[in-house]
């Protein structure tokens, strides 16, 4: 059973009134100097700030070395560090124990990662998972990818997929009709990457066995919003450092303590938490037990400085800036004729937003539409968006805002698809 939990929060995540994001912050971004090129593309990636990047090229520059290897001061103060960075990273999400903190490769590797240390070992045949097939390729192919090579030992597990609302969220409505005995574990987008809609399945509370395992990917909510597992009651949280200011490479897996004892080693070999006994391999404990390798060391070390810009500059503050910039947006593509807005913001009842809109416009391709906002320095996402369902057609266009952009770069962008759309 679960342990005792904190009851959800309010979906809501402007729960202060915090002080607004200040323009000079953009400074700290030294890719972003020049002001004719807008970058609106962070759910694929965010821009760097100036002490991420000093981090990176401090490691490479100074005492490089490979941590828990020697006993040398150079490798014992990477591990030391990194061990603090794990620290930081478990309060950062609201983690009660450091040891809930995996080190991956990125979501995709995290993902990965709970489909097989913990489903070979812990799903039976005719287990049901439940997800959405409109999710990121990163929380949608391990599942069928976990399926598959279940079915080739005589396991036969069952993929139940649900809805999306128009609001870009999870349909909970759609959950529960069916989740069932069978259900193992129920897994979404925390922050959807191309609907931009916020779910936290706070009403599946008391209304599903909680034995039941959450799964939630923060890939783009943990640089967007404050994020708190515990609040959430997720078992598994994913999140990828390059879309919270770290350096590409680096992930964060949040494995709750009550699913340790259910887990089988990820990647055993170098510096991995396993053991040979007579009776094969023994784990030796979290989170070494999916850690395996040389980790990405310069990866990890960004994550500390990243972190800090985030608290710096206060989560709810860079929340409720995207959400200005996301209504600011959707205003003004309101206006443009022949545009129309995928599932999202643009549908909810309320004015809202996490900082990504994504719509269509008439008489031209998304990918055409994203050539020509390049050629006037609006750089944009376009496609399919790594949404293995989305088959086939012309995709969509995506803006995604941060921290760093601004009401004039969105005012220009609106009057740039406002020229297009009118030729």
Same mark, same amino acid.
């Given at each position: ?85 794990? &620290?930081?990273?478990? /309060? ?6 450091? $040891? =809930? %903190? #995996? ?5 995709? *590797? !995290?993902?990965?990662?709970? &489909?097989?240390?913990? /489903? ?6 005719? $287990? =049901? %998972? #439940? ?5 990121? *390729? !990163? ?17 036969? %597990? #069952? ?265």
């Amino acid at each position: 059973m679960h342990p005792a939990r904190p009851e959800f929060a309010a979906a809501t995540v402007i729960q202060h009134a915090p002080t607004p994001v200040p323009s000079s912050v953009r400074a700290r971004f030294p890719a972003l100097a020049d002001p004719s090129v807008v970058y609106l593309d962070s759910a694929a990636t965010t821009q760097k700030p100036d002490t991420v990047i000093a981090a990176v090229t401090a490691y490479h520059r100074e005492h490089t070395a490979n941590a828990g290897r020697g006993t040398y001061g150079w490798a014992t103060s990477l591990s030391a560090q990194i061990a603090a960075v794990r &620290a930081r990273a478990a /309060g950062f999400v609201g983690a009660q124990h450091a $040891d =809930e %903190i #995996v080190f991956t490769g990125g979501a995709t *590797a !995290a993902l990965g990662a709970v &489909a097989y240390s913990w /489903g070979l070992a812990a799903l039976n045949d005719g $287990d =049901e %998972i #439940v997800y959405n097939p409109a999710d990121h *390729a !990163a929380n949608v192919l391990p599942w069928h990818h976990l399926r598959d090579t279940l079915a080739r030992f005589g396991r036969r %597990i #069952v993929l139940r997929p649900y809805r999306s609302t128009s609001a870009g969220e999870a349909d909970v409505e759609d959950i529960l009709r069916v989740v069932g005995p069978r259900t193992r574990l129920i897994t979404t987008s925390h922050l959807h990457h191309v609907y931009g809609g916020l779910t936290t399945l706070e009403e599946l509370h008391g209304r599903i066995d909680p034995e039941i395992l959450l799964c939630f990917d923060c890939s783009q909510s943990g640089g967007h919003l404050p994020v708190d597992v515990t609040v959430l009651r997720a078992d598994f949280a994913v999140f990828a450092g390059h879309k919270m200011f770290g350096a590409p490479g680096t992930g964060l897996l949040y494995c709750h303590r009550r699913v340790h004892d259910r887990l089988r080693p990820f990647l055993p070999g170098g510096q991995s938490g396993v053991q040979i006994t007579e009776a094969g391999l023994v784990g030796t404990g979290m989170p070494s037990l999916l850690e395996g390798g040389t980790p990405n060391i310069p990866g990890i070390l960004s994550l500390a400085p990243a972190f800090d810009l985030l608290d710096e500059l206060d989560r709810f503050a860079v929340a409720a800036h995207n959400r200005v910039l996301t209504v600011r947006l959707i205003e003004g593509l309101r206006q443009v004729r022949g545009v129309e807005f995928l599932p999202g913001p643009a549908h909810a009842g309320c004015e809202v937003g996490y900082g990504i809109v994504s719509f269509t416009l008439d008489g031209i391709s998304a990918a055409d539409l994203g050539f020509v906002l390049a050629e006037s320095g609006f750089l944009v996402r376009t496609g399919a968006h790594c949404v293995p369902a989305a088959g086939g057609g012309d995709g969509s266009v995506r803006v995604s805002t941060q921290l760093y952009n601004t009401l004039d770069e969105i005012d220009r962008f609106v009057a740039c698809v406002s020229g297009i759309a009118g030729r």
